[in-house]
């Protein structure tokens, strides 16, 4: 998914302690598009190794 030139992909930095996340996540969208009739958006939390590593879609971008 993440090699798509129409996917946007956020990385952070490398996290220097572990982080745990209980609970339901939520996340909050601001867009604007001119064809909202054939946009589609969703959100994903992810941990990734380091190096990333190739999944089906290739390293992460």
């Not at 990385?11 to 209980?22: A, K, S, W």
């Not at 598009?33 to 992810?46: F, N």
């Amino acid at each position: 998914m993440e090699a798509r030139e129409d996917v946007l992909v956020f990385t952070t930095e490398p996290l220097t302690e572990d982080v745990e996340v209980t609970g339901r996540v939520r996340a909050v969208l601001f867009a604007a598009t001119s064809s909202a009739a054939g946009t589609t958006s969703s959100a994903r939390a992810r941990s990734t190794t380091s190096p990333p590593c190739a999944g089906p879609a290739g390293p992460p971008r």
